[in-house]
T-cell receptor
Framework: KAGVTQTPRYLIKTRGQQVTLSCSPI?????VSWYQQTPGQGLQFLFE???????NKGNFPGRFSGRQFSNSRSEMNVSTLELGDSALYLC????????????FGEGSRLTVL | SQQGEEDPQALSIQEGENATMNCSYK?????LQWYRQNSGRGLVHLIL???NEREKHSGRLRVTLDTSKKSSSLLITASRAADTASYFC??????????WGAGTKLIIKP
């Protein structure tokens, strides 16, 4: 069974641009969560989608948005990029209705110049 | 703060020794999970312990949970170089949201 796939793995953007990251969960998993990881702030929860609905949301500004499609694939978008958005963005999927065990992708490393 | 607390922040031990790391949290939980992350990679689930469990084993891993103290510990016995990684605890709250600790960086010296 294929794992969680995130694309792209690495990307470089400049301030003011926008970026879209993609996550394909494990087949059959209906919940997808997104996290931002930085050396200073650790693992920060962005949002969680379950069956195309945003179920939980972290404390990030409105520049960060996401969505989930009917096939459970998810995208997150960051608009008007700032230097502080440089981070590893991790996607995780789970089978259970509750959080349960999360299966993480390898992440998308975003560098904002 | 969204994060729980883990200690120590960093731990360096000799191969073959045991490693213990701790996690404290603030509210009542459904379960507590431990994850491992190798440098710059995704996290890997290690073990889940439910709120009504006190101890759980998986291979060389032993996890304890003390809900009265709102704390958990992860013990890795007979450490190996491949255990070098960061270890995170995550608590599942009643709304199913996971709250993450800041992580413990474990270095196993050969």
């Amino acid at each position: 069974k294929a794992g969680v796939t995130q694309t792209p793995r690495y990307l470089i953007k400049t301030r003011g641009q926008q970026v879209t990251l993609s996550c394909s969960p494990i087949s059959g998993h209906r919940s997808v969560s997104w996290y931002q990881q930085t050396p200073g702030q650790g693992l920060q929860f962005l949002f969680e989608y379950f069956s195309e609905t945003q179920r939980n949301k972290g404390n990030f500004p409105g520049r960060f948005s996401g969505r989930q499609f009917s096939n459970s694939r998810s995208e997150m978008n960051v608009s008007t990029l700032e230097l502080g958005d440089s981070a590893l963005y991790l996607c995780a999927s789970s089978l259970a209705d509750s959080a349960g065990e999360l299966f993480f992708g390898e992440g998308s490393r975003l560098t904002v110049l | 703060s969204q994060q729980g607390e883990e200690d120590p922040q960093a731990l360096s031990i000799q191969e073959g020794e045991n490693a213990t790391m701790n996690c404290s949290y603030k509210t009542s939980i459904n379960n507590l999970q431990w994850y491992r992350q190798n440098s710059g990679r995704g996290l890997v689930h290690l073990i889940l312990i439910r709120s009504n469990e006190r101890e759980k084993h998986s291979g060389r891993l032993r996890v304890t949970l003390d809900t009265s103290k709102k704390s958990s510990s992860l013990l890795i016995t007979a450490s190996r170089a491949a255990d070098t990684a960061s270890y995170f605890c995550a608590t599942e709250e009643s709304n199913y949201q996971l709250i993450w600790g800041a992580g413990t960086k474990l270095i196993i010296k050969p």
